[in-house]
């Protein structure tokens, strides 16, 4: 560390980082047994013999459920940079 | 209030707060298209003519978008008891 203009903003900082690692795991933990269970059932329907739109209809909703589960994943980047701006 | 054993807890919480309100409204605002979309196209293949096993998953894919819009809509008052136990 180079400078500390405020020493007080050291742990105040300390404990933001760790709300938002906390709040993340949270979030994670609560959205990601039910995105892995639509994203099996997303998946077992598209081995099935479907109509052809049906199937276009699987293969759309497959796709968000693994943009859902990408975008849960990288919540953690996301929210720190937004915090702590680089 | 009615007790203030420790002053320079007060705006740390109201920042801790703001950290929070910001953070579900970014998940949020993250998930929720997704999730609309999701949830429509789960409805409209649902209203489609499908073999019996077919439409028990779409209807099990449908209750569990359900499950996850709950979710992501009561990320508010879950993650703020956890960080603020009353």
Do not use: C, Y
């Not at 020493?7 to 690692?21: F, H, N, T, V, Y």
């Not at 497959?62 to 975008?71: D, S």
């Amino acid at each position: 560390m180079t400078e500390a203009s405020n020493d007080s903003s050291i742990p105040q900082d300390a404990q933001r980082r760790e709300d938002l690692q906390r709040i993340t795991a949270l979030v994670q933990h609560s959205l990601n047994n039910p995105l892995a269970a639509l994203l099996a059932e997303a998946q077992l329907l598209g081995m099935e013999t479907l109509d052809p739109e049906h199937r276009a209809a699987v293969d759309r909703m497959t796709e968000l459920v693994r943009r859902l589960i990408t975008l849960v994943r990288d919540l953690d980047s996301k929210v720190s940079d937004r915090t702590f701006p680089r």
